[in-house]
């Protein structure tokens, strides 16, 4: 069964996946130079919480993509050590193996990546007054705003708190229901692709990609945000 061009096929898919974590290497740094730009021109409005958002995106991505890798990896050695014969179902061994990995990542741990705490750490030295995420175990302090991904998220479109949160489940950005909706309905007049709203998001939003988000808290259950920012 160690069939060399079996092997092979699985070492491209391994190569193409490394290939993958480091454009994640690459779009983490770019989202810190241009935060960092953004800040050191003193742009208003400079979007830096957006910023970390999408980083936010890219770590989450990074883990799904870890744990393909490691799936991958452990079906190549059983491969290489014989145990699977021509009975066994491979694509059941590299789902199992998936499941099995994918328990050992957790949403949380994104706060602790380094290229996170490096985000937060060059973002503060920037401009001390930026108010950006932490997690959500990070102990409080008066001056900071906690949100992470269970807490309030504010919609890109009416720049408020998010009420019915509604989430496209291709690129995974969230925004209020009624505005997203609206917004998509606007294009289809026009017979246009409506862009995700989020700044550098380059998905078409349609609207069978809409679902309810439930991993994100509503914004009139939060109470924890200090300042009243609501724009509306
Ligand atoms: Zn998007």
Known sequence: MSNPANIRLLDNTLSTINKMLYYVR????????????????????????????????????????????????????????GQLDDSVDIVQVLEDCLKEEDTKYDESDIWDHEFMKNFVDQMGQADSSVQLSHGANASETSDMVIRDARTVKKCPITQSDIEEPYRDVICGHTFEKSAILAYVKQYQRKR?????????????????????????????????????????
């Open 26 to 81: 690459t779009g983490s740094q770019e989202i810190t130079t241009t935060g960092l730009e953004l800040l050191e021109n003193q742009v208003e409005n400079h979007g830096v919480t957006e910023l970390q958002d999408s980083l936010v995106e890219l770590l989450k991505a990074e883990q799904r993509i870890n744990a393909f890798s490691n799936s991958i990896n452990q079906l190549k050695t059983k491969w290489q050590d």
């Open 192 to 232: 246009k692709n409506a862009k995700c709203p989020f700044q550098g998001c380059t998905n078409a939003i349609q609207n069978a990609n809409l679902q309810p988000d439930t991993s994100i808290r509503r914004g009139t259950q939060s109470k924890r945000r200090g300042e009243g920012s609501s724009l509306q």
